[in-house]
């Protein structure tokens, strides 16, 4: 596996603003105006979001043949049903009869296979801020910008959609492994700052006292796969070039947000980002475990609002490359561990691939000097 931040940010902000995009799934109603000021419970759009047809095998449950079934609807093609009506019924005193599942529209009767087609009535979807801040922008019909003042800090992969809750600590150190007796009911609703790795017994344990996130350096990929579901997914493997996560369409969405900041394996958390979140103990906090290796480029990010007070970056500082400069290394060999750097040639330089390209050559805490190409490097200080 290899990572490549092109945008130089650091994996740890102490104090910038941060900006949230929180967009409708489907073109809706925004219901805040630029300028506004929200606090992460308020609803900030909503719209109506069609749900799944259900495809009724009429012709079964009343046990009649597929050709009868038209015969026995006593609703027709594009009327509206509510559940539990009546939708199709066999003759006579005794005769069988099949009701809605649920209220709709039916869009479609099949004569050949005695299937019935309802469209579901939409259900109204909610967006909330999920932050606290300022609505910079709204996307009209679409969604909102909102930008805060916060400390951020970017993780190696992570899944699970956006999601908020306050920042609980349960490892006292970096390297330390958080086991599932720890996780109890005061973590409900919580986003949990763990150590070296975790397990997947453990994030089950998580799931069900109802946690929202879990920050941690590492974790095992089988681990990862048991918890999740994916043994069977062919172009989850890591180490080759076309390495990606399965799409969301094809697996189950986890009921919790997960942030790596190293990499698989026991890796511990890097002290500078473990001092940070640690720092920020009992406060609200915005957990996003989305990620895309490939355009648009997405990195997985835990955003903590700070209270104003003092100058505040626009934008984050972007660590420059130079000798003596602290990096984290982001090739598949040497994933999640720190580095010096030793030399940075402006021009190319031979790996151990074959391959002249743009390469630094860094010293590794435990471990003889070595080149990398410029990409499998991320500069921290």
Request: aromatic content about 4%; some cysteine.
């Amino acid at each position: 596996m290899s990572l490549f931040n092109p945008e130089g940010t650091p994996p740890t902000v102490p104090s910038a603003m941060a900006r949230i995009e929180r967009r409708l799934p489907y073109p809706g109603e925004i219901l805040v105006r630029q300028g506004s000021r929200v606090e992460p419970e308020d609803i900030i759009a909503r719209t109506l979001k069609p749900a799944t047809p259900q495809i009724i095998n009429v012709a079964r449950s009343l046990g009649i043949p597929p050709a009868q079934v038209y015969r026995a609807m006593r609703r027709e093609k594009n009327n509206k049903v509510e559940a539990g009506q009546v939708l199709a019924r066999t003759p006579g005193l005794v005769g069988r009869t099949c009701p809605a599942p649920v209220s709709g529209m039916i869009v479609d009767i099949d004569g050949e296979t005695g299937y019935v087609t309802i469209a579901p009535d939409p259900v109204e979807h909610t967006l909330q801020a999920a932050m606290r801040g300022i609505v910079m922008e709204v996307i009209p019909y679409e969604g909102v910008i909102i930008e805060t003042l916060a400390a951020q800090v970017f993780g190696a992969f992570g899944v699970g959609e956006e999601r908020n809750g306050v920042l609980r600590l349960l490892a006292l150190e970096p390297s330390a492994i958080v086991r599932p007796e720890q996780i109890d009911a005061r973590s409900a609703y919580a986003i949990l700052i763990c150590g070296a790795a975790i397990n997947a017994a453990t994030l089950r344990r998580a799931v069900a006292e109802q946690v929202r996130g879990i920050i941690v350096g590492g974790i095992e990929e089988r681990e990862l796969r048991d918890f999740l579901g994916w043994p069977g997914i062919e172009a989850w493997q890591l180490g080759i070039h076309s390495w990606q996560w399965p799409s969301p369409r094809y697996v189950a969405a986890p009921k919790l947000t997960l942030v790596v900041t190293e990499g698989f394996g026991v890796r511990p958390m890097n002290q500078a980002l473990f001092d940070l979140l640690s720092g920020q103990d009992r406060q609200e906090a915005l957990i996003d475990g989305q990620t895309s290796l490939r355009r648009p480029l997405r990195r997985p990010r835990v955003v903590v609002p700070l209270a104003r007070g003092g100058a505040a970056q626009a934008e984050p500082l972007r660590p420059q490359l130079r000798v003596g400069a602290t990096v984290r290394l982001l090739d598949a060999a040497h994933l999640g561990q720190m580095a010096s750097v030793r030399s940075a040639p402006t021009t190319p330089h031979r790996v151990g691939s074959g391959a002249r390209v743009f390469a630094v050559e860094v010293t590794p805490e435990n471990g003889p000097p070595l080149w990398l190409p410029r990409t499998c490097i991320e500069v921290l200080a």
